[in-house]
């Protein structure tokens, strides 16, 4: 029996769990989408329910150069100044 290791990295840093948001309202909400067929409708339809609903100030919509991979060090220097993010998937 052969066993694989799915992991993409040998020997990835592990981190800490971000500080729960006490509130949505006001925060500004980063999303990372794969781009894949159809996610452009989901995640405008996620802005919207943000903005209306939960009362996030803004919603930052971005996507990975490459769906199958991890998002470029750019993006995720980036995300630093979000409050919250989402890892966005679909097809």
Do not use: C
Request: aromatic content about 8%; overall charge negative; cysteine-free.
């Amino acid at each position: 029996m052969r066993v694989l290791d799915p992991s993409h990295e040998e020997g990835a840093v592990g981190f800490a769990l971000a500080t729960r948001l006490a509130a949505l309202e006001g925060a500004t909400v980063g999303v990372i989408s794969n781009g894949k067929e159809g996610t452009k409708g989901f995640f405008a339809a996620f802005e919207q329910v943000m903005k209306n609903r939960y009362g996030v100030g803004e919603v930052v919509l971005r996507t990975k150069s490459n769906y199958s991979a991890p998002a470029d060090a750019g993006l995720l220097e980036e995300a630093k100044s979000w409050d919250a993010l989402v890892a966005g998937i679909g097809d």
